[in-house]
């Protein structure tokens, strides 16, 4: 994620890393490694325009605790300990209209539904709720990029990587949808279009490394009432997802796919059907 987030910190005067994860990631090294799994989100706040909201955090160590209070005022935790008392509202006026960058370790979850991860920990986010969160994100904010990371798959449980394929699929079709529907995603490039005067077009922006690029619809196409264009997200395999990382660039709905994520996103009137129906 701190490789990931650096040309969004260069982009954008201001970055706020929306953070799911049951580990704060706070630690300055772990077992001499300043770049360890255990220290993501500490690499991420050496920028100094970086701020944090962390949701499902249920692990943290006595260290990180110093530059934790240290850094409240750019550091909002919501700990899966409350969860029953989260307040959402909050949330979205933390959020709103802020630059954001998604990311997304899967032992956030609870170890129930997402076993497959190299440090499981009970107590976690289930489905639904986890989607709630994304949603209002999705809404209310310009989610620019995302990484889901850390899935380690168990040979012969395939629910639980087709979960993560179904997360990234969730993640670029809120996107899309929100994009879609003009529900106030700010986006520099976007007004918002009219659901029913959207039309699908397919065209791989490069065929070689399978990119499709999102179109930005003029204003003045919205305004008159036209039919537009957009070109949908495409990536290649959601059953066989192996790799531990999937980042997606989602600041001008692009995304290069080399990796083992198939069929993911579906037709346009699929995902607008699905979402409507939620």
Aim: charged letters at 25%; a positive charge.
């Amino acid at each position: 994620t701190p490789g990931c987030i650096y040309p969004f910190t260069k982009k954008y005067k201001n970055l706020c890393i929306l953070h799911f994860d049951a580990h704060a990631d706070l630690r300055d090294s772990y077992n001499g490694e300043k770049y360890s799994h255990a220290s993501a989100i500490r690499r991420c706040l050496d920028y100094k325009n970086v701020s944090l909201i962390s949701f499902g955090i249920r692990n943290i160590s006595k260290g990180e605790i110093p530059f934790l209070k240290k850094n409240s005022s750019r550091i909002k935790i919501f700990w899966a300990k409350d969860k029953e008392k989260w307040n959402l509202k909050m949330f979205k006026k933390f959020i709103k209209n802020k630059t954001v960058y998604l990311t997304f370790d899967v032992d956030a979850f609870d170890s129930s539904i997402m076993p497959a991860t190299g440090t499981p920990e009970p107590g976690g986010l289930l489905w639904d709720e986890t989607l709630k969160i994304i949603k209002i994100a999705m809404k209310n904010s310009k989610v620019v990029g995302a990484d889901v990371n850390e899935l380690a798959p168990i040979k012969g449980f395939n629910s639980y990587n087709f979960l993560v394929a179904k997360l990234v699929y969730k993640i670029l079709s809120y996107k899309f949808f929100y994009w879609v529907a003009g529900l106030k995603v700010l986006n520099n490039n976007l007004k918002g279009i009219n659901i029913i005067n959207a039309t699908k077009s397919l065209t791989p922006k490069s065929p070689k490394d399978n990119v499709t690029q999102g179109i930005p619809v003029p204003a003045k196409d919205i305004e008159k009432n036209k039919k537009v264009s957009t070109i949908e997200p495409k990536i290649d395999d959601a059953r066989g997802a192996t790799n531990h990382l999937f980042l997606l660039n989602l600041s001008n709905i692009w995304i290069s796919s080399n990796w083992a994520i198939k069929k993911a996103v579906p037709e346009p009137t699929a995902i607008l059907n699905e979402i409507k129906s939620e």
